[in-house]
Structure formats: structure tokens, C-alpha cells
């Protein structure tokens, strides 16, 4: 397919996203998530794409949460592709669109931080900071793991920006 993209009846970032879901269904989401890196280079409202990415980043985190370099950067790469996701619209339909589609392969999402950390983007994204808010203190609340700090500081700092960008729209109406 990456010989004749030039012919085909589609965007090349479909290969790259299909490749991603090859690359998965191999056991490689390291080469899946390249391969959507790929697809939102060249589409960055790609929603799909931003969407298993995020899929994938919460799985991967999950998995390695206890180490503190691994734990840093998997919420690192996480929180580039829930911004992503708010650059594409800002909609409650696509924040629920995408948590039903997270919940759907997480075995026990109350317990994974990096699902109860997504959720707070997902709030932004439906525009509802209370709800955010919530999601924050509940990932305060759940077991320790290595980065836990960082990462609730992280999201902090995003619910500030938001409600001072929020407080600006507001002002200039």
C-alpha cells in the first residue's frame, strides 16, 4: 500500500493507521504508536488515530507505572495525545466517545491511573472543569505509584490554563 499511496483513494495517514492496528494486533504498540505518530504528522485532526493513541499510551502506562523514567515519559507521550484530542473540537460527545472507547479494554478502570488522568482531559474536552476537577482529586486518591506527583501536577497546571482560558473567553464576550 505504501508503493502505490500516490493512487490510492485515500490519505497516506490511513496507512499509517492501519499499520498501527497491524502493528498491534503483532503485540508491537511501541511500532503502533510510531505508526500513529505517523498519521497525526500528517493529519493532526485525525480523530481515530489521537484516539487509539491515547488507547494505547493507557495500556502501556499501566503496565510500567512503577517505574519512575518509564512512568514520566508514558504520561509525557498520554498527555501530548489528549491535547491532541482537544485541538481536533472540544465536544462532550467526542470526550464520552473516547472514555466508552478506553473503558472498553481496561479491566478495572477505577484503579488505572493513567484512565483516572485521561478522564481530566476528557472533562476539558467536554467542557465541564468541575467534572475535571473530581477526576484530579480522585487520581490523588488512588494508590501510590512512582510519578504519581508529577503527574498530578501536570494536571494542575492544565485545569489552571483552561479556566484562565475559559475566564478570557468569558471576558471578551
Wanted: one cysteine or more; glycine letters at 4%.
Amino acid at each position: 500500500m505504501r508503493n502505490d499511496a500516490a493512487a490510492l483513494p485515500y490519505p497516506s495517514a490511513d496507512i499509517d493507521f492501519l499499520s498501527a492496528h497491524v502493528a498491534l494486533a503483532d503485540g508491537s504498540p511501541g511500532k503502533a504508536l510510531a505508526a500513529l505518530d505517523g498519521a497525526l504528522a500528517k493529519e493532526p485532526a485525525f480523530f481515530a488515530a489521537a484516539a487509539l493513541a491515547v488507547r494505547i499510551a493507557t495500556s502501556e502506562i499501566d503496565g510500567r507505572r512503577h517505574v519512575p523514567a518509564a512512568c514520566r515519559d508514558g504520561y509525557s507521550r498520554l498527555f501530548e495525545y489528549l491535547a491532541r484530542l482537544l485541538d481536533v473540537r472540544p465536544c462532550p460527545r467526542l470526550a464520552v466517545h473516547v472514555e466508552n472507547y478506553l473503558l472498553s479494554h481496561l479491566a478495572d478502570p477505577s484503579q488505572s491511573p493513567a484512565f483516572v488522568s485521561a478522564q481530566v482531559y476528557l472533562a476539558l474536552l467536554a467542557r465541564r472543569a468541575d467534572a475535571a476537577r473530581a477526576r484530579l482529586d480522585a487520581l490523588k486518591a488512588l494508590p501510590r505509584f512512582s510519578c504519581q506527583a508529577e503527574v498530578a501536577a501536570e494536571l494542575e497546571e492544565t485545569l489552571g490554563v483552561a479556566a484562565e482560558a475559559s475566564n478570557l473567553k468569558t471576558r471578551v464576550r
